[in-house]
């Protein structure tokens, strides 16, 4: 009602008031959907503290000054809540380019879209947006004959003995940032893709073939799925949960729960959900070790170091 929105928003806008009750005012007014809800997040998505919610009510809205409030917070937000912000710049064409202007203008570091964000964006079917991403980023996906010809130069890489020694647990950290995010290895990580330890994690190709060309075999349970929706968002990731009322989505970032009646086509692709090129940004050294630690058989300590391995830099 009328009435309670406007008890719910001067809660909200109270700098005074308990920040827990001011997030679950915002995710109120993101569920009920009020005509100045973009207005109300593109105030508030700076504030660390309300950014996730508020970037979440920003996605709904097809609207530039949202996209652009979206792309001034980023750099202010922590490392932690950017790839969910990236995540909804993806979801729309708009979002997208706008995006693409800020890499351009290197307001948005070029590193930060991964190769899973850069997947996202093809799915949009948007041409024009399709070259700026490969000017701006790259190519996605290789020719079969340029995988083929990649493993066998990164199998050599891994078999030459002349490398100075292989740290374990530096692979442990570069996995925890690169693989962690889907799979369990050892009780540790998210359930998206297939549990790693039981796995042919032994087998050097069985390994370089899962990660070099992730979607030669995908099972049907891991397959990527597009959901567009009303709201022109376009969203990917394994279904975890359907019934005739709600989908559950798994996301690179999140699990997103989307109304079935919102939803307009459900599109099932062979992709896995682990995109091609997750190992461009690492050094051959990063690379032997973390092969190094797939491989091993049992667990091994972090790094004692305060140094924190990136994936994406």
Known sequence: EGRALTEVRELLLDDKAEIGVRRSALQSLV??????????????????????????GLAMDDDPEAARALINAYKKLRSRQRPQVMSILTQRPSFATALMDAIEAKLIPREDLTAYDARQIRSL????????????????????????DAMRQLKEMLENSEHPPIDLSRGRAIYQNLCGKCHKMYGEGEAIGPDLTGSGRSNLDYLIENIVDPSAVVAKDYRVSLVVLDDGRVLSG???????????????TEKVVVQTEEIEVIRQTNQSP?????????????????????????QVPLPTSSVVVESSQ
């Open 31 to 56: 569920q009920q959907r009020p005509d100045d809800l973009t207005e109300i997040c593109i105030r508030l998505v700076s504030d660390t503290r309300l950014s996730l919610i508020a970037a979440q």
């Open 274 to 298: 682990m995109p091609e090129g997750q190992l461009n940004p690492l050094s051959d050294a990063e690379i032997r070790d973390l092969f190094a630690y797939l491989r091993h058989p049992y």
């Open 238 to 252: 394994v279904i975890v949960e359907q019934n005739p009322r709600t989908l559950t989505l798994q996301t690179q």
């Open 125 to 148: 079917g948007d041409e024009s947006l399709q070259q700026r991403l490969s000017d701006v980023w790259g190519e996605l996906r290789e020719s079969p004959a340029e995988r083929q």
